[in-house]
């Protein structure tokens, strides 16, 4: 499978038919970690990481619109059949705690179609940008012109990679990854994700790096330094030091190792300038300069990869979107 990217997003608005705002496009950006340093499990069972998170233009189209009921009622359709449509979705967790967080005097419930483009359980965080979407889709709807404070305090709620969905752009992601600053990116370059298609439960994979002995874990104690080295290489420009540092401690519990590893040698084999697994895997992004070079590297990656998406940065996360 060789998918283009989705197209332009365009300016916010809901759909307005005789003033009254019926529902609201929302598009729902994936994510994937420049640099993971994943340190000690915490007392509430999250595990303290040090991140360096990227926005990518590769998202999901979420269709909001609303019912006359029976209250709460969130019903989902998704194009993607590995997606839940119950209560387990994301989408209807972030629906419920806008309601109940903003006290909303409404009786009615909510269709939303997703039309999911990023893979599921691939470490790109669809389900969390899903959420934040929803979020910023019902602010949208029922125009209560929240801050982004209070936002991003219901996103922290919903998932640790949530309020950085909303957020978007790069930024560094500490505490169990919510807590965020915005800082300069990488220029614009292609990213070419290649996936072994075998989910990843993120749980697990935590769990397979718990068990890893403590001798033969990555020395955690450099993460700091290593982030703040990356920063002040991006606010120089020195790309080429960022491209050659980055890092995954998750790579070392990876079920799918020899496969990643051929995955990442195929890419830059092909001319990318750097590889690395994505959060909890198993999917690889390749960075490459110029979208010939990306279709190269993408032409020998969908050769040993099942699921092969060029895409490129994007500087913001969800957003709500015109519905025409
Ligand atoms: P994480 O954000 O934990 O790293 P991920 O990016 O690897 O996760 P997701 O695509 O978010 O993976 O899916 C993880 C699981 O979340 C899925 O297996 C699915 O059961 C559940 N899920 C709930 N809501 C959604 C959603 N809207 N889209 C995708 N998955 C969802």
């Not at 499990?41 to 360096?52: A, V």
């Not at 991003?152 to 978007?168: K, R, T, Y």
């Given at each position: 499978m060789f998918l283009p990217d989705s197209e332009g997003i365009q300016e916010r608005s809901a759909v307005d038919f005789g003033g009254e705002m019926l529902g609201?496009?929302?598009?729902?950006?994936?994510?994937?970690?420049?640099?993971?340093?994943?340190?000690?499990?915490?007392?509430?069972?999250?595990?303290?990481?040090?991140?360096?998170?990227?926005?990518?233009?590769?998202?999901?189209?979420?269709?909001?619109?609303?019912?006359?009921?029976?209250?709460?009622?969130?019903?989902?359709?998704?194009?993607?059949?590995?997606?839940?449509?119950?209560?387990?979705?994301?989408?209807?967790?972030?629906?419920?705690?806008?309601?109940?967080?903003?006290?909303?005097?409404?009786?009615?419930?909510?269709?939303?179609?997703?039309?999911?483009?990023?893979?599921?359980?691939?470490?790109?965080?669809?389900?969390?940008?899903?959420?934040?979407?929803?979020?910023?889709?019902?602010?949208?709807?029922?125009?209560?012109?929240?801050?982004?404070?209070?936002?991003?305090?219901?996103?922290?709620?919903?998932?640790?990679?949530?309020?950085?969905?909303?957020?978007?752009?790069?930024?560094?992601?500490?505490?169990?990854?919510?807590?965020?600053?915005?800082?300069?990116?990488?220029?614009p370059l292609q990213v070419v994700l290649a996936s072994t298609g075998q989910p990843e439960d993120t749980r697990e994979a935590y769990a397979r790096f718990d068990r890893i002995d403590e001798s033969k874990k990555p020395d955690g104690s450099h993460f700091e330094e290593s982030i703040n080295n990356l920063v002040l290489s991006l606010e120089r420009q020195d790309f080429d030091y960022v491209l050659k540092n980055l890092y995954n401690s998750l790579e070392f519990a990876a079920t799918a190792g020899d496969k990643l590893t051929e995955l990442k040698e195929t890419a830059l084999k092909a001319g990318a300038k750097a590889a690395l697994m994505t959060g909890s895997g198993p999917t690889v992004f390749a960075l490459v300069s110029g979208l010939e070079k990306a279709s190269g590297v993408a032409w020998e990656l969908e050769k040993c990869a099942p699921v092969t998406i060029v895409t490129s940065f994007a500087d913001k996360g969800a957003e709500v979107s015109r519905l025409i």
């Open positions: 609201a496009k929302a598009v729902a950006r994936a994510k994937i970690n420049l640099y993971l340093g994943v340190g000690a499990l915490r007392g509430d069972g999250y595990h303290e990481i040090r991140s360096i998170m990227q926005s990518l233009d590769l998202c999901d189209e979420l269709y909001f619109r609303r019912t006359e009921g029976p209250p709460n009622e969130v019903k989902i359709r998704c194009n993607d059949r590995s997606v839940p449509t119950d209560d387990a979705n994301l989408v209807s967790r972030a629906v419920r705690v806008f309601l109940e967080n903003t006290r909303q005097p409404y009786s009615g419930g909510f269709e939303v179609l997703i039309n999911k483009k990023i893979p599921v359980a691939a470490g790109l965080a669809g389900g969390s940008a899903d959420a934040a979407a929803a979020l910023l889709a019902m602010d949208h709807i029922f125009e209560t012109g929240m801050q982004a404070e209070g936002l991003l305090d219901m996103a922290e709620m919903l998932g640790s990679d949530v309020p950085f969905c909303m957020l978007g752009g790069t930024a560094v992601a500490s505490g169990r990854g919510e807590r965020l600053t915005r800082i300069p990116g990488l220029p």
